[in-house]
């Protein structure tokens, strides 16, 4: 018998869990290697020319360094500090508490590149917001994440296979 493998191009997935915190893992399919999408993904200092709403990361990018985001969202710009996490090559991110109105809210955020051949890769992308108003503000924040999200990914999409 024949198998067939099958990749979905792209995906967006909102969950709530017994606590009413809520998130949102997204993916897409990027014909491109991973290193290079990786490349594209951590040059923080160009993130502003292709994505709309992650302008840059502020900050030494290496495991257990204290950073500062710029993200586009509500028409401003939230900084937000955050300590890294990375696994060279593979996957970022952070856990920690957002700030002002949302500061009882944890920040679960996930960005991976997986290889899947070569030339193509999945890049995913999510967040989990937990804590003490997580039940409150997960869902709101997720809504706003999920739409966010997906055109970042697109967008990453978009410079990784730019052809000079």
Not at 52 to 61: A, T, V, Y
Not at 126 to 155: C, H, K
Request: hydrophobic share 35%.
């Amino acid at each position: 018998m024949n198998q067939t493998t099958r990749q979905v191009l792209e995906s967006a997935t909102v969950w709530r869990d017994d606590t009413g915190c809520c998130g949102v893992e997204t993916s897409i399919l990027i014909d491109a290697p991973a290193r290079h999408v990786w490349q594209v993904l951590t040059d923080f200092g160009h993130m502003s020319e292709w994505s709309s709403g992650l302008q840059r990361i502020d900050g030494e990018f290496r495991d257990g360094a204290e950073v500062t985001s710029h993200y586009r969202m509500f028409d401003k710009v939230w900084p937000a500090k955050h300590r890294l996490r990375v696994q060279q090559g593979v996957s970022f991110g952070w856990s920690d508490d957002l700030d002002g109105e949302f500061s009882q809210v944890r920040d679960n955020h996930e960005f991976a590149v997986r290889e899947l051949g070569e030339t193509l890769c999945q890049f995913v992308h999510a967040d989990a917001f937990t804590g003490a108003d997580g039940p409150r503000f997960g869902a709101t924040l997720t809504r706003a994440a999920v739409d966010s999200y997906r055109a970042f990914n697109r967008e990453l999409q978009a410079r990784a296979t730019r052809r000079p």
